[in-house]
């Protein structure tokens, strides 16, 4: 059984930053690529940012420039660095691991709980 579980979220002023933090847990042979996603009240799940087991980075447009996500795959977790953060930004934040659970067996998508990312005055 593979868990994710998330960590750092909070309540930020504009122009603040948050870090989040995600570790996997379980019994697993390897992890793929980690992304972070989020989604707003009343809007679809986004993609924030993600990366390969190798630190190749994506990120959406909104964010780049801002946000950094890196990976410490010694201790199978997932980072995003979050600055100047704007009230656009409020939403549940959620990663996801791409894990194989034995060596003969193929990858499957994991998802986190997620945590509330809340940016306000």
């Known amino acids: 059984q593979v868990q994710l579980v998330e960590s750092g979220g909070g309540l930020v002023q504009p122009g603040g930053f948050l870090r989040l933090s995600c570790a996997a847990s379980?019994?697993?042979?390897?992890?793929?690529?980690m992304g972070w996603y989020r989604q707003a009240p009343g809007k679809q799940r986004e993609l924030v940012a993600d990366?390969?087991?190798?630190?190749?980075?994506n990120y959406a447009d909104s964010v780049k420039g801002r946000f950094t996500i890196s990976r410490d795959n010694a201790k199978n977790t997932v980072y995003l660095q979050m600055n100047s953060l704007k009230p656009e930004d409020t939403a549940v934040y959620y990663c996801n691991a791409e894990v194989r659970p034995s060596y003969s067996g193929s990858y499957s998508l994991y998802w986190g709980q997620g945590t509330q990312v809340t940016v306000s005055s």
């Open positions: 379980g019994s697993f042979f390897s992890i793929n690529a």
């Open positions: 990366i390969s087991r190798r630190h190749v980075t």
